[in-house]
């Protein structure tokens, strides 16, 4: 199903500035968008109608995001409301506290969660397309000692159950004070996929209806692991931590991570951030399995070649071992930037490349923003990162405040739309492009 957008009418309310990509709104603001427009789907005119919500109320907050497309008899089309998932997916997000909080709990959309260092699951969306949009849980609690991170990334249907619990072992001793070993970090994750196409490796197509059949079913994919980390350096202005991961895919291969992260911060305005590490992969092993892409990558067919993918498939195919490499640098500016980007790949194997980047140019009481971010997997040689084809999300945005409520933005959108059979079940996804020019009216709201 794709979708042109021709003309979108949003209208937004803002507090001080535009939205930020990891930021809510401050306590006592909100934002109000909403709006209207012409929507192409499938060859059919729709008049499509949006409402985006967004309030925070000291540590709670709440998103909403419901869009109605009606037909030229104005009827509603069914389509957009044919699952559970489709209600819940109203909930853009509820949230108390924020990442990094003594307690951050959200329910809805989850945007590239990370557990842990990421050995098991780095950067991890639960709905990278709207026409298959998902509403799942984070619950993190920290208590000083110890604490726990938690992920479950559907209601709607059975998906990825992720925990990680840790403690530090001396904090309860009397050495709780002592310089750098007192806050040694020792953690243990459990991570399973059971979506019931998460353990197809093998399988064919059946005649005359060419339905594809498993002929191979490992079942749920279940990864532990073990971690610790040590912080060598703790000030107001750097903090350096090493640190290093265990982790095993049961039924298939293991690895192990070392390296290091770091902070620069209260530098001025500037604050940075960054991690290297160094893989040591065994084989049929993949390492941050659970990724920005994973819910494409999960399982496809293509009928038309009679022909399927799946990711419990490369586990088999990666027989023997493979080290690799994983960096990852971030800047931040106050009221003027924010740019983060990674980089991962294997020493031999080909196309194994795993590129992250997000950036977004704000300045603070100017006329324009800048948003973009970029997910591509699956990379050869490293020419092949601008293309935009089947292993690519790509979002970029330009607005320009013409007037004081005024804003005139063009939105380029590569995302994935899903491909269904005949009884409305999701058998793959395909990429889609959107673009979507937008004249939004801002008005600030407090409350």
């Known amino acids: 199903m794709k979708k042109y957008f021709l003309l979108i009418f949003v209208l937004i309310i803002f507090t001080n500035s535009y939205s930020q990509i990891y930021n809510y709104p401050l306590p006592g603001n909100g934002e109000f968008r909403g709006g209207m427009g012409l929507n192409w789907i499938d060859g059919e005119l729709h008049y499509a109608v949006h409402l985006t919500p967004e309030f925070s109320f000291d540590?709670?907050?709440i998103g909403l995001d419901l869009q109605l497309n009606f037909n030229q008899q104005g009827k509603l089309r069914t389509e957009?409301?044919?699952?559970?998932?489709d209600y819940l997916r109203v909930i853009r997000y509820l949230r108390y506290g924020e990442k990094g909080d003594p307690a951050y709990i959200k329910l809805g959309a989850l945007d590239y969660y990370t557990l842990g260092h990421g050995s098991i699951m780095y950067n991890y969306i639960n709905s990278p397309t709207y026409d298959a949009r998902k509403a799942g849980l984070v619950f993190d609690v920290s208590f000083g000692k110890f604490g726990f991170e938690s992920i479950y990334s559907s209601f709607g249907e059975a998906g990825i159950i992720g925990f990680r619990g840790y403690f530090h072992p001396f904090q309860f001793t009397d050495k709780e004070n002592l310089p750098i070993i007192g806050q040694l970090e020792i953690g243990a994750s459990f991570v399973s996929d059971f979506n019931d196409k998460a353990g197809i490796v093998a399988g064919n197509f059946s005649f005359p209806n060419n339905i594809f059949v498993p002929t191979i079913d490992e079942g749920a994919i279940k990864i532990v692991g073990i971690d610790i980390g040590l912080p060598i350096i703790s000030s107001n202005?750097?903090?350096?931590?090493?640190?290093?991961?265990?982790s095993k895919i049961i039924n298939f291969g293991q690895g192990i991570a070392t390296g290091f992260s770091f902070k620069l911060k209260n530098i001025g305005l500037l604050n940075l951030f960054g991690r290297f590490e160094r893989r040591f992969n065994g084989d049929h092993y993949i390492p941050s399995y659970f990724n920005s892409l994973y819910e494409i990558e999960r399982f496809s067919t293509d009928s038309s070649s009679n022909t399927f993918k799946s990711k419990a498939s490369l586990l088999i195919a990666r027989n023997v071992s493979d080290n690799g490499v994983f960096g990852e640098l971030g800047a931040k500016v106050a009221g003027l930037f924010y740019i983060q980007g990674s980089y991962q790949r294997l020493d031999k194997t080909p196309k194994s490349g795993i590129l992250h980047f997000v950036t977004e140019i704000n300045p603070k009481n100017s006329s324009f923003v800048i948003r973009a971010g970029y997910d591509k997997i699956n990379i050869g040689n490293e020419t092949a990162i601008f293309k935009l084809d089947d292993n690519s999300y790509f979002y970029f945005e330009y607005g320009?405040?013409?007037?004081?409520?005024?804003?005139?933005?063009m939105l380029y959108n590569w995302t994935y739309t899903p491909l269904r059979n005949a009884n409305n079940d999701i058998i793959g996804f395909k990429p889609q492009r959107r673009v979507e020019p937008r004249i939004s009216f801002v008005f600030p709201v407090s409350y």
Do not use: H, M, P, Q
Request: glycine share 4%; net charge negative.
């Open 80 to 85: 957009d409301f044919n699952e559970f998932s």
């Open 400 to 409: 320009y405040k013409v007037a004081k409520y005024i804003l005139v933005s």
């Open 237 to 246: 202005n750097f903090d350096l931590t090493i640190y290093a991961d265990y």
């Open 59 to 61: 540590k709670i907050g």
